[in-house]
């Protein structure tokens, strides 16, 4: 892997007798600006205008509920990706995130055939504890961020935990991934962690903010866009 910095930052929640070291616990690799601004700012633009947004529904508990995010998605023609009881077919690649499919690609040297775009409009959207460990996913997954900055939180899954621990998680690390940021979970990660993106109750929805104005002016109000670069293998 040829990252370009290797910067482990933590802010742990609290201690614990069985949690394992931090160099050991974030072993993800973190860049705060694999993107320039310019650029990520462009990016940010260019998905939030063009992409076919969806607000998806799914079924928890016997309750049917919207995904509290908008999605969408991109990968090789043909491609489908199931998670959540939803499929998600791809239809081939935008030029701007085939640019970067290829750069990531030469870093992490290994191949992305599907990217997830996670659009969270303000701090009430957000993404549960999750790992992404569904089958056909493989090697590790590339997470660029763009627009607000947003707390991003990793756990190690009970069962990563020594045989004695109790049956909980680890306790919470949590990073900054502000716009241009890249943080990449390497193969493995996603067997021993969890993550979430948590809700951020101070964030100002955009109707508050100033609902005249454009994105040039309110830079991105409280909107950031997510894109994960991911491998799925057992398909073209
Ligand atoms: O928005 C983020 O940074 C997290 C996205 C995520 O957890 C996922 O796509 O699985």
């Known amino acids: 892997m040829k990252a370009t910095k290797q910067l482990h930052e933590v802010e742990s929640s609290g201690r614990d007798e069985h ?9 993800h690799t973190l860049d705060h600006s694999w993107l320039d601004e310019a650029h990520a ?3 940010f633009s260019q998905l939030q205008r063009s992409c076919t947004w969806h607000r998806e529904e799914i079924v928890m508990y016997g309750r049917r509920i919207s995904v509290p995010r908008l999605t969408a998605w991109f990968g ?3 491609l489908s990706y199931r998670y959540s009881g939803l ?10 995130l085939a640019e970067i499919r290829t750069r990531l690609s030469e870093q992490f040297e ?3 055939n599907f990217v997830l775009l996670n659009r969270y409009r303000d701090g009430q959207d957000y993404m549960g504890w999750h790992s992404d460990d ?13 627009g607000c900055a947003r707390r991003f939180t990793t756990r190690l899954k009970p069962s990563a ?10 306790p919470i690390q949590s990073m900054t991934l502000a716009n241009g940021s890249l943080v ?3 193969p493995g990660f996603q067997d021993k962690y969890l993550h979430a993106l948590p809700k951020a109750p101070r964030l100002k929805p955009k109707s508050d903010a100033n609902p005249q104005a454009s994105f040039e002016d309110t830079r991105f109000a409280s909107e950031r866009i997510n894109l994960t670069f991911r491998w799925l293998s057992g398909q073209r």
């Open 19 to 27: 949690a394992p070291s931090l160099t050991h616990a974030l072993t």
């Open 41 to 43: 700012n462009r990016l």
């Open 76 to 78: 090789d023609s043909g």
């Open 87 to 96: 499929d998600h077919r791809a239809e081939g690649w935008p030029s701007n």
């Open 110 to 112: 290994q191949p992305f």
């Open 134 to 146: 569904e089958a056909g996913v493989r090697g590790g997954i590339a997470s660029l961020s763009l």
């Open 161 to 170: 935990l020594a045989p004695t621990s109790p049956a909980k998680p680890g």
């Open 184 to 186: 990449f979970m390497p």
